[in-house]
């Protein structure tokens, strides 16, 4: 069974701080890879995605993530946060393009202005 | 992008009735819809598949009997919370897929049982 481990259940910063959020998974075959945002008031939506190719994608509003295999990690990065980059971040890992896809705890990020 | 839309937002009723939510999506056809329940400060928990034309998918642990779900078009699926109790109270997501993977999710709906 595949599992989501964020490491970070709550982060504090400062705007213009950089950004790193872990997110590791177990499972052994291929996998499609996502993070989701949830801004406050609002439903969940798809901040980037990897399918294959690249490893380091990117996504909206300056979020990149690097796809790291030998470590099983895909890592969210942003090099300076903005006060509008608080909500709700989920991990999300599928192994088909059916769109089951397991959710890792999520890491609430507020930003201070 | 893809919309999915829920309905109602809010709903709040009284212990032992029974609730329906709807998850449309509305500019593409979903062979397949998801339902999550959603704790505070919690994740999503997967609750089961709804495949359009046949039966849901239940995760282990969901009582099926309790969580109806029916998938009756390539745009609507239907949650319903039968004989409803405050344990049932939660904020239930639907989210749904073009087979590419990526989910669309609908904007939650926020169950207040009595």
């Known amino acids: 069974a595949q599992s989501v481990s964020q490491h970070n259940h709550h982060v504090i910063l400062s705007e213009a701080a950089s950004l790193e959020l872990g997110c590791n998974y177990s499972y052994g075959g291929t996998v499609n890879l996502f993070w989701y945002v949830q801004y406050p008031g609002q439903h969940l939506q798809l901040l980037l995605k990897y399918f294959s190719g690249d490893p380091l994608v990117k996504g909206i509003k300056g979020f990149e993530a690097e796809f790291i295999k030998s470590k099983f990690s895909f890592n969210l990065r942003k090099p300076s946060v903005q006060w509008s980059d608080t909500a709700e971040y989920f991990c999300a890992v599928s192994n088909t393009n059916a769109g089951k896809s397991t959710f890792g705890d999520g890491t609430t990020l507020t930003v201070k202005p | 992008g893809a919309v999915v839309s829920q309905h109602p937002s809010r709903v709040i009723c009284k212990s032992g009735t029974s609730v329906k939510i709807e998850c449309r999506s509305l500019d593409f056809q979903a062979t397949t819809m998801f339902w999550y329940r959603q704790f505070p400060k919690k994740s999503l928990m997967l609750m089961a598949t709804s495949n359009e034309g046949s039966k849901a998918t239940y995760e282990q642990g969901v009582e099926k009997d309790k969580f109806l779900i029916n998938h009756a078009s390539l745009t609507l699926s239907t949650l319903t919370v039968t004989s409803a109790h405050p344990e049932d109270s939660s904020f239930y997501i639907c989210?749904?897929?073009?087979?590419?993977?990526?989910?669309?999710f609908g904007e939650g709906s926020r169950l207040t049982v009595l």
């Open positions: 989210s749904a897929s073009q087979n590419t993977g990526e989910l669309f």
